[in-house]
């Protein structure tokens, strides 16, 4: 009897695979035979999901920002304050917990983009832009904000607090952080 | 008659040419290869200054450090109140004008150290810790405030800020960036 292999369960297993090698070698490292070696199959297997490198990568990339979409969907459902839900979904952009490889993956990500030049745009932002211009419109936040500006501080203390995170040399612990990124909350919410 | 070659300005050169093969290929594609293509000279040139890949890469990080040292040390020479020369510093971590390079060789060299593993210590940290701490043993610091989270903060918003330039995704200009910062510091200080 042949083996059953389901297919998205095959695919997510090589983009996992794929999210391992670029942690350790980087986005150049990531080759198919890197990537076959981790996720222990062969050449042929991950070439019959993948034609080509950037394929792979571009599905292991959309792979992130799924599970981190998920994650901030399962947030929005929760029936909490507004203020508390933003700051759960902010919380998912920090690596701690098991999100660490994650956020390297999108780092990765991000310098290569630089060394390339293909800068401009970045998911994260967007996401950041959403949500705040969600809050202003609902009209929860303050009304003498600078929105842009406000968008460009919240989303640096993020991505520096989970860059710094992903360093180690952030000394206090997930609840400071929070209090942290709270604090900020406070000060743009009525 | 042999040419003259002034040797510290040889070894600048081959830093800076360094530099722009991070810049181009990351720290893994610098090799003392490309890097001696890079900087018009031969293998045997760039090897009679440097025995190692790793002795060049070292002395290129230094030149980074070095060169914003030395701007650093020049603000606080200046005849300013402690909170302009402060902000002062602290722009010259986020990479506008011709700084570019200098923090996309940073960022190269933290991707790389989170790859090996190799975290926990960050020049950048230490510049921030040294600059609050002493702001508050002099005493201009706000007398309510927990430092170490505050550093936390600070650093964090400063590195995302220099990042997110760095990756183009920051839609205000270098004033509204310094406006943002002076913000903190006027939150920080007495």
Redesign the interface.
């Known amino acids: 009897m042949p083996k059953i292999v389901n297919h998205e369960e095959r695919k997510t297993q090589i983009a996992k695979a794929t999210w391992n090698v670029i942690?350790?070698?980087?986005l150049?490292?990531a080759s198919v035979r890197s990537i076959a070696k981790e996720a222990n199959l062969s050449l042929g297997a991950v070439r019959h999901y993948f034609n080509t490198q950037e394929e792979l990568l571009e599905f292991a990339m959309q792979l992130v920002e799924e599970q981190v979409r998920e994650r901030i969907i399962e947030h929005t459902k929760r029936p909490l304050s507004l203020k508390e839900i933003t700051l759960n979904i902010l919380m998912e952009l920090v690596p701690f917990e098991n999100r660490n490889i994650e956020m390297?993956v999108w780092?990765?990500y991000?310098?290569y983009?630089?060394?390339k030049k293909e800068?401009?745009?970045?998911n994260v932002?967007s996401a950041v832009v959403q949500l705040v211009t969600k809050l202003n419109d609902e009209g929860v936040l303050q009304e003498n904000i600078f929105l842009?500006?406000e968008i460009?501080?919240l989303?640096?203390?993020?991505?520096?607090?989970a860059?710094?995170i992903?360093?180690?040399?952030?000394?206090?612990g997930e609840e400071?952080?929070r209090?942290?990124i709270r604090r900020e909350l406070d000060r743009l919410f009525k």
Chains 1, 2 share one sequence.
């Open positions: 942690a350790k070698y980087g150049e490292g390297q780092l990765e991000v310098s983009k630089i060394r800068v401009g745009e970045d932002y842009e500006e460009v501080h989303h640096a203390l993020i991505d520096g607090l860059l710094h992903l360093m180690g040399v952030v000394p206090i400071r952080v209090y942290l």
